[in-house]
C-alpha cells in the first residue's frame, strides 16, 4: 500500500470561459480526461466537476480539479474551487477574456486564493499575431489582480506546442508553494456521493482541514449522523489516511447514500453544527454598478453548499460597489462552516455575482440585537483573524452574559481542547475570562458586566413595582433576567462587596431603602396586626382576613406581604398564619416543656398554647424547620441545639 507522503497537500483548479480549453488542457498535462460523465463528453463541455492527478518530477502526484465555465454552472465551479491552492486560469486565443473569465477571476479572489498563472490555449487555431493581441488583452485585464506577475504560457492541447513549458512552468510554481498542515480538526465538504457494490455509501471531496485514518468516526452534517470509515481511496488508490488536499474518497459504514448531498460536510464529531445565521464580512465587486440595501436576497456559495437567504448590512444603510460592510447572512436552510471559511455571494435575481469574504462564526440565537453592537461583535472578530487568543476572546465575549465550557468553545473556535485551555487559562491570568466553577466554566469580563447591568436593573425594576416589597429572591432574579444562576450570585456578591446590594438568606435588598406605607396602608397594617395578635393561635387563614378586611383585595395581598417579609405575621403552614409575638411565645413554651418531659405529642401541642390540632400541627412543623425539634414518630423530641433562632 502506498504511503501517504507521495502526495503532496496542494490542490490545482482549473477556471475560465466555456469552451475556452481548460478539460483538453488538463487531459494533455495528466493523459486523464477530467470530463467523467456520458453528457459532458458527448457535448464536448464540462458540466460537472472533474478531477485528475498531475505528476511532479520528484515522483509526488498533485490533484487538479476541473470546474465548468458555462455561467449555468458556476454554483457547480464555486463547489469545485473549494479548496484549491493554486488556479490556472485559461483564456482561448480565439475569444479572449470573456465574460466567465472576468468572474471566474472574482470568485478566485474572493475565496482568497493569491497563487497561480494564466494560460493562453488553442493558439494553433488563429495567426501568431492575433495570439499577441490576445496576452496584450489578458495582462491589461489581470493588472491589479494576484495574476498580474504570474507566468503566462501560451500552448496548444492539440498539436503539443507549449504543452511541456507548461508542465516545466506548473511543476516548479507547484512546488514552491507551502504545502497545508493537517493539525486542524477533519472536514471535508461533500461533492458526490454515490454507492459503491458491495462497499454502500461513499462521499468524495476535498478535505478543507486535518486528517482522518481507518475506523475514525465521522459526523455528517446537517444530518448530525455519526458513521464510521471502512476505506479510503485518494487519487483512486486505497490508502490508510487521507488528509487536507487530498482529493479523498470515503466508505462510510450504517449510511444511507440516498440521504447524503452535496453540500453536506463530512466531519469530526462535536466541532461543527448547522447554523442559519452568519456573521460576515462582505466586500461588494467594484466594477458593479448598482447600490445594495438593507436586506439583499442572495444566494450564498461555501464550501460545495449554496443556500438562498438575505443579506443583512450591519453597519451601513447601503453599500457602493467597491466598499466592504460588516453583514449577516440570514439562510432559509442551515449550512455547516468553519471560523474564517470564504464565501462567495450572488444575487437571486439576475443571478450574478456580487461579491464575499470571510465567514467570522455563527449569529445564532441573537437575532434581535441592536444592529450595531452586531456589527462591533463582527468588527471584533474581523480583526483578531491571526492571533487565535484574540479571536478567542472575541468569541467568548460575544457571548454576552452565557457562560461556556471547553465544549461549547469546540463549537466555537474549531481549535482542539488542549489549545483552547492553553488559550483560556493565559486570558484568565490577564483578567479577561473568570473561571466560575470547579465544572470549569468561563465567562468573559465584558459577560460579567452585561450580567451587572441586568442584575442592577432587575433589582431596581422589581422594587418600583413592589414597593412594599422589602427583599427580592435571588432565584426570582434569575427567571427575571434569563442570567444563569451561578453568574448572577457572582455578580451579586460583587454588588454586594461594594455596598451597592445586600443580600440576607438568598434575598436581595437596596442599602439604605425604606419602605413607606401610605396612611391607608399603614391603618390596614395595623388592623391586621390587630387580628393576629388578639387571635394569638387562631388567627385566620388568608382567605378568611381578606373577607373580613374592608380593603381592596389587590391592597390587602401588598400590604400582608409586607407583613410577613418584615416579620410581623409568618407564615407556619399552607394556609396558617401567626403574629410573631404568638409565635414566640409558643417557642418558649415548647422549650420550656423539654425541660421535664422527654418528648411533645400534639396533644402536649394543643394544651401549652390552647390552641386546635389544626393549629398545633403546622406549629410543630414550624419548629421542626426551625431546629427546635426533631419529629420521632407522632411525637418530637428536643434537637441537639435547641436554642432561640
Known sequence: MQQADDIVHITVGTAGHIDHGKSTLIKAVTGTDPDRLKEEQERGMTIDLGYAGFMLPDGREVGIIDVPGHERFIKNMVAGATGIDFVVLVVAADDSVMPQTREHLEIMELLGITRGMTVITKIDIVDEELVELVEEDVRDFFKGTFLEDAPLMKVSAISGQGVSEFVETLQELVLQLEPRSDS????????????????????????????????????????????????????????????VGHRTALNLADLDYRKVFRGNVVCEPGYFEPAKIIDARFDYLANLKNKLGLRTPIRLHVGTDEALGVMVLLDK??????????????????????????????MQSPVTTIGGGPL????????????????????????????????????????????????????????RDNENEELINRLIEKNEVLLLSKRRRYLHEDGALIAREYLLRAVDKFFRENPLKVHCDLKHLVNLTGIDEEVLNMVASHLINEKKLELDSGKISIPGRNVRLTREEEELASEIEKIYMEERFSGPSYGDLVARLTGAHE???????????????????????????????????????????????????????????????PLMEHFDREGITIRKGNVRVPAKSSKKP
Open 317 to 346: 444603510k447601503n453599500l457602493v460597489p467597491g466598499e466592504t460592510a460588516y453583514v449577516q447572512y440570514r439562510l432559509r436552510t442551515p449550512v455547516i462552516v468553519g471560523l474564517g471559511d470564504r464565501c462567495v455571494v450572488r
Open 555 to 617: 391592597k390587602v395581598k401588598k400590604v400582608f406581604g409586607f407583613m410577613q417579609e418584615k416579620g410581623d405575621i409568618v407564615r407556619v403552614g399552607d394556609n396558617t398564619f401567626i403574629h410573631h409575638g404568638a409565635l414566640e411565645e409558643a417557642r418558649e413554651a415548647v422549650v420550656r416543656h423539654f425541660e421535664s418531659n422527654p418528648s411533645l405529642s400534639p396533644a402536649d401541642m394543643k394544651n401549652l398554647i390552647g390552641a386546635s390540632r389544626k393549629f398545633a400541627i
Open 184 to 243: 486542524g480538526v477533519f472536514r471535508m465538504p461533500v461533492q458526490r456521493v454515490f454507492s459503491a457494490k458491495g462497499y454502500g455509501a461513499v462521499a468524495t471531496g476535498v478535505p478543507v482541514s486535518g486528517k482522518v485514518i481507518m475506523s475514525d468516526k465521522l459526523e455528517i452534517l446537517p444530518q448530525s449522523k455519526i458513521s464510521r470509515i471502512r476505506g479510503i481511496q485518494v487519487y483512486g488508490k486505497d490508502r490508510d489516511w487521507a488528509r
Open 360 to 415: 467570522l462564526g455563527s449569529g445564532e440565537g441573537r437575532p434581535r440585537l441592536l444592529k450595531s453592537r452586531m456589527a462591533e461583535f463582527v468588527r471584533r472578530k474581523d480583526n483578531a483573524f491571526g492571533n487565535n487568543l484574540e479571536i478567542l476572546s472575541a468569541l467568548a465575549a460575544e457571548r454576552g452574559a452565557r457562560p461556556f465550557d471547553l465544549q461549547d468553545l469546540r463549537k466555537l473556535t474549531q481549535f
